[in-house]
């Protein structure tokens, strides 16, 4: 223990100043990744349960910008599918943020455990995520890292879209960088025109839907290959299974859809997040 702040023998200890442990009390860690980590916490004013989420970046890098305009892109967005943020800043050389915590864990994790969805079940998590998705590209944004690990689920099984860390505006230009080990998003969720010259759309984002309604029918991913060259090679060339050949049982229409959302011409797929709703 120190301070306020409680941490397990697993956590890394970020470097917080006495002030900003006594403002937020820290638990379990959540998650953490190379740029950061999200921890259980609660606000001791206002006794208020959050998710702190803690960057290991130094400031002014690019990393860090990114954080910042994470914290921003949240800020402007209101929607029952969307974590609210309710504080922002640095504590000394930390930059954080203060969601709103959504404890179900998230949807890769209920993926994990549940294995095969029923197609009635797999809809309607693909529509509860457009839901937000289409608020998202309403208010002129992109999310470009749609995938299980960034969808998180309550208690009673509502879903949230969260980590807009590389999202930005439709209206700002941008260079989309496609060298491998410099893409933006998850490859694994990634459409084919992102592995050469095309631009990031809403239609990238449907894409990643697809890659996730497949893959709560089906168990797995379209594509699996290995090393991640060959993954690459397959989602830019080689036609996605189709749902019925692997289970006969999948609704034809539910199929339809899956594989319309997996087209490899952008201008092929739904023209936006409400119409694939529809």
């Known amino acids: 223990r120190r301070g306020s702040i409680i941490f397990s023998s697993r956590m890394p200890s970020p470097p917080l100043s006495t002030g900003f442990q006594s403002t937020y009390q820290l638990f379990e860690c959540l998650g953490a990744g190379a740029a950061g ?63 709103e915590f959504i404890g179900g864990g998230s949807l890769r994790g209920q993926m994990v455990d549940k294995g095969v969805y029923s197609p009635a079940a797999a809809v309607g998590i693909a529509l509860s995520l457009l839901e937000g998705l289409g608020y998202v590209h309403k208010q002129g944004l992109l999310h470009r890292d749609i995938k299980p690990e960034n969808v998180l689920v309550d208690a009673d099984g509502a879903l949230f879209l969260a980590d807009f860390g590389l999202a930005f505006s439709t209206f700002e230009e941008r260079t989309q960088l496609t060298e491998l080990g410099h893409m933006v998003g998850t490859v694994r969720y990634m459409s084919p025109e992102l592995f050469g010259l095309g631009t990031y759309t809403e239609k990238s984002d449907l894409y990643a839907v697809g890659v996730i309604l497949f893959e709560m029918l089906i168990g797995r991913r379209p594509f699996v290959a290995k090393p991640v060259s060959a993954l690459v090679e397959e989602v830019i060339h080689r036609p996605p299974p189709a749902p019925t050949s692997i289970d006969p049982a999948i609704p034809l229409d539910v199929e339809r859809v899956c594989l319309r959302c997996l087209d490899k011409r952008a201008d092929h797929r739904y023209a936006s997040a409400r119409v694939l709703a529809e």
């Open 37 to 99: 980590t999200v921890f259980r916490a609660r606000h001791a004013a206002l006794n208020r349960q959050v998710a702190l989420k803690l960057l290991k970046v130094q400031a002014g890098t690019n990393a860090a910008k990114r954080f910042d305009e994470e914290a921003r892109t949240l800020a402007m967005l209101s929607h029952p599918r969307i974590p609210k943020i309710y504080d922002y800043g640095w504590d000394s050389e930390t930059p954080y943020i203060a969601m």
